[in-house]
């Protein structure tokens, strides 16, 4: 799927989010990565099998 150089990583690799974004539309709330993962503005994820990720984010604490 991915032509880049260096390639994107693979959908279920640790750094999966860290591919390049081929759609964006922050009207709907998700963008689309080259890796063919659906990312939400949540932090959650819809993989290429169909497998859900769940939110994700990072909660920090004053």
Do not use: Y
């Amino acid at each position: 799927m991915c032509t880049h150089e260096p390639a994107c990583p693979k959908p279920d690799a640790l750094d999966r989010e860290a591919a390049r974004t081929v759609a964006h539309h922050p009207e709907q709330g998700w963008s689309l990565l080259c890796n063919g993962i659906v990312v939400f503005d949540d932090t959650g994820e819809l993989l290429p099998d169909g497998r859900a990720v769940a939110p994700h984010r990072h909660i920090t604490t004053a």
